[in-house]
């Protein structure tokens, strides 16, 4: 087992802070809005020269969590089952803090070493620091990462599309006196959506089908 950092997106951490600490398989707290207990990171592309030409080199799975075989050797997860994650996001040390936010933070009662951009509403605070700069300690959320696998992206099920924090509302029904997800085809074109909107310009498109690390994992109780 090892500590690592994982960064992730503003909307992603409000997913996050929405799904239920210590439960798996992973439940929202409220279910009207995104969880997320996944994420899918794309393997780095590797080209070789033909006759001229630079051509793609296909990946195979094997014997996962541990890799996949290309011609340049296996690939293996930056992460493993086991690994705790602390996420890094978007945030200000409580010393930077602008006299706008400092008022809001007064009036809702809320004093920390740290305050972060999923809380409060665009216009409250100026100068956010990118979440790649946040050290440990600001760190609020941690990750316990539950199984590891490969796939490309198109693979994704409605349900794992729901789990990626990609569909704003998911539809449960009740089935047998329990609440149930209701499967719809439209969560893989949100989560397509979502997916172009941050890896389209690093050349890793839906419509290219990337290879993708698949990610599951728990929020731990902190």
């Known amino acids: 087992m090892a500590e690592k950092p994982i960064l992730f997106s503003t909307p992603m951490i409000q997913a996050l802070l929405n799904t239920k600490p210590g439960v798996w398989p992973a439940e929202p ?3 009207s809005k995104p969880f997320k207990s996944q994420t899918r990171r794309a393997i780095k592309k590797k080209y070789i020269e033909i006759d001229g030409r630079e051509v793609l080199l296909s990946g195979r799975p094997v014997y996962e969590p541990l890799g996949f075989m290309t ?6 997860p930056k ?14 040390p409580w010393d930077n803090i602008a006299s706008d936010i400092q008022q809001y933070i007064d009036q809702n009662g809320k004093k920390a070493p740290f305050i972060f951009k999923a809380d409060y509403t665009p216009g409250h605070a100026k100068g956010w620091k990118p979440s790649i700069h946040m050290p440990r300690i600001a760190s609020r959320i941690i990750l316990e990462v539950k199984s590891v696998r490969i796939e490309q992206v198109q693979k994704i099920k409605p349900e794992d599309a729901v789990a990626e924090g990609a569909v704003k509302k998911p539809h449960y029904i ?18 397509e959506k979502l997916w172009d909107s941050i890896n389209d310009k690093r050349g890793y498109s839906w419509e290219y089908n990337p290879w993708v690390w698949v990610y599951e994992f728990m929020r731990v109780k902190t």
């Open 29 to 31: 707290i409220d279910d």
């Open 71 to 76: 011609v340049t050797g296996i690939k293996r």
């Open 79 to 92: 992460y493993q089952p086991g690994d705790l994650l602390w996420v890094r996001e978007t945030f200000i």
């Open 174 to 191: 009740r089935w047998g006196g329990e609440k149930c997800l209701a499967i719809h085809g439209r969560y893989k074109k949100d989560f």
